[in-house]
């Protein structure tokens, strides 16, 4: 099977005027990787600091990517940017065949919400990692973890009641601080529950009301 190449990783401008020439020059360099034969997905964000670009790429295999990296050298988003420092990793990630046989594999959890990008600003904050992609109708990003969150858009959007509603959520890892953790996911944004049915666990409810629990009582390898 054949390997995906996965680059990520950031772009840091040292001012103002290299930070200008990325997003002068970015449009048309995404238009053309896109179009590229053999890759599969193509991201670069602007970060909440303004002089720090997140990248993030998919290509079917090597040669795609080698493709890729030899046209990039002699454009003109290749030249421009020369200077700026670039701090990348590159992975390759191997394919799973199609089965209808399992196991499958987990891609992602869906969160509905009226603002996509406010929730993926509440879960980047609270939780780290690194925003995928993001337009007016969903926004996805992935935990430090692996996890990946997608936020995405439902009209006429109204949240969950909880307790009531019958949600999949999420448990988040206190360590062995309940209380801290508790108070950091409310600078984030959270908000806590009035209904709370354990002293174990704190139910919080994120910007779109969503339910989550942080608690103690995590799953151990070391407990096998």
């Keep these: 099977m054949r390997p995906h190449v996965h680059l990520s990783g950031q772009l840091i401008c040292r001012d103002d005027a290299e930070s200008a020439v990325v997003s002068e020059c970015l449009p048309r360099h995404v238009e053309l990787t896109r179009a590229e034969p053999g890759c599969v ?3 670069v964000q602007q970060s909440d600091d303004p002089l720090v670009w997140q990248v993030d790429e998919y290509f079917t295999d090597d040669a795609a990517f080698v493709r890729h990296q030899e046209r990039v050298s002699s454009s003109e988003w290749g030249r421009r940017t020369a200077g700026i420092e670039r701090r990348y990793v590159v992975e390759r990630e191997r394919d ?3 089965t209808t046989r399992g196991p499958l594999r987990t891609a992602g959890i869906s969160l509905d919400c009226a603002d996509p990008e406010e929730l993926v600003r509440f879960y980047l904050a609270l939780l780290g990692g690194r925003r995928l992609w993001g ?3 969903a926004s996805g990003m992935r935990t430090d973890e692996g996890l990946v969150l997608v936020a995405q858009k439902v009209e006429e959007y109204t949240p969950p009641e909880w307790p009531g509603t019958a949600v999949v959520h999420l448990d988040i890892d206190a360590g062995n601080d309940l209380a801290g953790a508790v ?3 409310e600078t984030c944004g959270a908000r806590q529950s009035e209904a ?4 174990r666990w704190a139910v919080l409810l994120d910007p779109a009301g969503h339910p989550f629990c942080i608690t103690t009582m995590v799953w151990s390898k ?3």
């Design 135 to 137: 337009d007016d109708q």
């Design 183 to 185: 108070r950091y996911a």
């Design 222 to 224: 070391d407990a096998e």
């Design 196 to 199: 709370q049915v354990d002293s």
């Design 96 to 98: 799973v065949a199609p």
């Design 41 to 43: 997905s193509f991201d």
